[in-house]
């Protein structure tokens, strides 16, 4: 599940994510880019990736890891 705020966090609305695999780790870079990994007990794994705030999520792949950050605009790690 992944909920998205825009009112710093009093109300709060799901977003659809298009995946059943447990999502763990979650990174902006700015309001509208963002990443989300996870995966489940049986080795799948996926990242999904947002350019509009959250609305829509694409998958970008399955060798994800358990956490997501940016190591610079570029790069995420």
Request: charge should be neutral; hydrophobic fraction near 40%; aromatic fraction near 10%.
């Amino acid at each position: 599940m992944i909920l998205k705020t825009t009112n710093g966090g009093i109300n709060w609305v799901n977003q659809v994510s298009g995946t059943v695999v447990n999502l763990l780790s979650i990174q902006f870079m700015d309001l509208n880019t963002g990443w989300v990994v996870g995966n489940n007990l049986f080795g799948s794994s996926i990242n999904l990736k947002t350019t509009n705030g959250g609305t829509n999520w694409f998958s970008q792949g399955s060798n994800a890891g358990i956490s997501v950050y940016f190591v610079n605009s570029d790069t995420v790690g």
